[in-house]
T-cell receptor
């Protein structure tokens, strides 16, 4: 079955540590996205990529970094510069533009 | 700035009734509007897309309307069931390459 896979489901980070969240899709989608969701809030766009080797900052990119070296993969690194990293992180993909997005089941990041 | 408003209060209705959720937007003229369902601890799932030149779209028990004059979309679930309980998000295209999401409305269907 085609889909989008995020791992791990739960992740714990120590203060001052960088962590990388994995996102893989086998839908052959060109576009991929990373969102952050906090309780009671909508999804906020961190970074997005419309094509391999290219990506753009979203609304809350500070403290995060991404790469898009392969079409199927779009990992997100939460750096120590992100002051409030505890959140639910969602990865999505689409055929591009503003077409419907397919989401993974998220990674919940917590600070120890 | 662009703003999407969904009722932040949970909507509780009796099984079998029609649930109606509202999505309002300001400072904005979207070409598309989308609705998603999100269950606790899961990613959103796409339900329906409606274009600005479409007044209404249906899919099984779901119906979406799009009023560009009122800047509003209504999402209806007819013959609601407890399994329809979830958070429903509306989303609008904010540019040619991305969409923005509302904060969602939690729907609870009681037996």
């Amino acid at each position: 079955d085609g889909g989008i896979t995020q791992s791990p489901k739960y992740l714990f980070r120590k203060e001052g540590q960088n962590v990388t969240l994995s996102c893989e899709q086998n839908l052959n989608h060109d576009a991929m996205y990373w969102y952050r969701q906090d309780p009671g809030q909508g999804l906020r766009l961190i970074y997005y990529s419309q094509i391999v080797n290219d990506f753009q900052k979203g609304d809350i990119a500070e403290g995060y970094s991404v790469s898009r070296e392969k079409k199927e993969s779009f990992p997100l690194t939460v750096t120590s510069a992100q002051k409030n990293p505890t959140a639910f992180y969602l990865c999505a993909s689409s055929t591009g533009g503003n077409q419907p997005q397919h989401f993974g089941d998220g990674t919940r990041l917590s600070i120890l | 700035s662009q703003k999407i408003e969904q009722n932040s209060e949970a909507l509780n209705i009796q099984e079998g009734k029609t649930a109606t959720l509202t999505c309002n937007y300001t400072n904005y003229s979207p070409a598309y509007l989308q609705w998603y369902r999100q269950d606790p601890g899961r990613g959103p799932v796409f339900l329906l897309l409606i274009r600005e030149n479409e007044k209404e779209k249906r899919k099984e028990r779901l119906k979406v309307t799009f009023d560009t004059t009122l800047k509003q979309s209504l999402f209806h679930i007819t013959a609601s069931q407890p399994a329809d309980s979830a958070t429903y998000l509306c989303a609008l295209d904010s540019s040619a390459s991305k969409i923005i999401f509302g904060s969602g409305t939690r729907l609870s269907i009681r037996p």
